[in-house]
C-alpha cells in the first residue's frame, strides 16, 4: 500500500496565514457559530440560544477590527487576507443576521426576499469594494473611505432583534405586527434589512474610514 506524502507542501498554505488571517477565521467561526444557534433555536425557542446567537455578532465584529489592526501593525497585508475578510464578513455580517431574522419570525415570503436581498447587497457591496480599493487609496495605499456603509454595520440589526427578543417582541408578537398584501404577508421589520442592504450599495452614501 502507497503511503500518503507528507511533504512539507500539503501544509504551505496553513504556513502562508498571518496571525491576522487567524483572527479573521475567527470572525467567520462567530458567523458560523451564530447561524446555527438562530437554527437551535427555531426548534428550542430557548430564550438563550437567541440571544447567543445574536452575541456571536459583536464576538465577529471584534474579530474584525482586530484582524485589522494586527496585519496593520506587523505590515502584512495580503491578496489572501483581504479575500479571506471578504468571505468571513459575508458569513457573519450577510447570512447570520438573516438567519437570525428569519429565527425571530421573518418567514413569510416576503421577508425571504428582504432578507435575500440583504445578504445579496453584502455580497455586492464586499465585491465592489475589493475591486475599487486601489483607486480610492491615497498615496499611502490606505483607502480613505468606504463607498456605501460597511457590511458590519449589520450589527446594528442583530442589536436590535436580540432587544426585541428582550422584550419577548419576537414570533408572533414581532414589533409591527404584520401586513397582508393581497395573498402576501409582510413583516415591517424585515424594511430593516431592505433599508440596510440598500445603504450598503449606495455609490453616494461615503463612510470615512479610520
Same mark, same amino acid.
Given at each position: 500500500?502507497?503511503?500518503?506524502? /507528507?511533504? @512539507?507542501?500539503?501544509?504551505?498554505?496553513?504556513?502562508?496565514?498571518?496571525?491576522?488571517?487567524?483572527? /479573521? =477565521?475567527?470572525?467567520?467561526?462567530?458567523?458560523?457559530?451564530?447561524?446555527?444557534?438562530?437554527?437551535?433555536?427555531?426548534?428550542?425557542?430557548?430564550?438563550?440560544?437567541?440571544?447567543?446567537?445574536?452575541?456571536?455578532?459583536?464576538?465577529?465584529?471584534?474579530?474584525?477590527?482586530?484582524?485589522?489592526?494586527?496585519?496593520?501593525?506587523?505590515?502584512?497585508?495580503?491578496?489572501?487576507?483581504?479575500?479571506?475578510?471578504?468571505?468571513?464578513?459575508?458569513?457573519?455580517?450577510?447570512?447570520? @443576521?438573516?438567519?437570525?431574522?428569519?429565527?425571530?419570525?421573518?418567514?413569510?415570503?416576503?421577508?425571504?426576499?428582504?432578507?435575500?436581498?440583504?445578504?445579496?447587497?453584502?455580497?455586492?457591496?464586499?465585491?465592489?469594494?475589493?475591486?475599487?480599493?486601489?483607486?480610492?487609496?491615497?498615496?499611502?495605499?490606505?483607502?480613505?473611505?468606504?463607498?456605501?456603509?460597511?457590511?458590519?454595520?449589520?450589527? =446594528?440589526?442583530?442589536?436590535?432583534?436580540?432587544?426585541?427578543?428582550?422584550?419577548?417582541?419576537?414570533?408572533?408578537? =414581532?414589533?409591527?405586527?404584520?401586513?397582508?398584501?393581497?395573498?402576501? *404577508?409582510?413583516? @415591517? *421589520?424585515?424594511?430593516?434589512?431592505?433599508?440596510?442592504?440598500?445603504?450598503?450599495?449606495?455609490? /453616494?452614501?461615503?463612510?470615512?474610514?479610520?
Amino acid at each position: 500500500m502507497q503511503e500518503r506524502s /507528507t511533504s @512539507p507542501r500539503h501544509f504551505s498554505m496553513i504556513r502562508g496565514f498571518h496571525l491576522a488571517d487567524f483572527l /479573521t =477565521l475567527g470572525n467567520a467561526a462567530c458567523g458560523v457559530a451564530g447561524i446555527f444557534l438562530a437554527m437551535r433555536f427555531m426548534v428550542s425557542q430557548t430564550f438563550m440560544d437567541f440571544m447567543l446567537a445574536a452575541s456571536m455578532a459583536p464576538a465577529a465584529f471584534i474579530f474584525d477590527v482586530f484582524d485589522g489592526k494586527v496585519a496593520r501593525w506587523r505590515q502584512q497585508h495580503s491578496a489572501l487576507g483581504r479575500e479571506l475578510d471578504s468571505l468571513a464578513d459575508v458569513i457573519s455580517f450577510g447570512v447570520a @443576521p438573516a438567519a437570525l431574522g428569519f429565527a425571530a419570525g421573518l418567514q413569510s415570503g416576503l421577508d425571504c426576499v428582504a432578507l435575500i436581498y440583504f445578504v445579496c447587497c453584502g455580497v455586492s457591496r464586499l465585491a465592489r469594494f475589493n475591486v475599487t480599493a486601489e483607486s480610492m487609496a491615497d498615496d499611502g495605499g490606505k483607502v480613505r473611505y468606504f463607498e456605501g456603509t460597511p457590511i458590519p454595520t449589520s450589527v =446594528l440589526l442583530t442589536a436590535f432583534l436580540a432587544w426585541a427578543a428582550w422584550h419577548d417582541r419576537i414570533g408572533a408578537q =414581532l414589533y409591527g405586527s404584520a401586513w397582508t398584501i393581497g395573498p402576501l *404577508v409582510l413583516h @415591517p *421589520v424585515s424594511l430593516l434589512f431592505v433599508i440596510s442592504g440598500t445603504l450598503m450599495i449606495s455609490k /453616494t452614501v461615503h463612510v470615512p474610514k479610520f
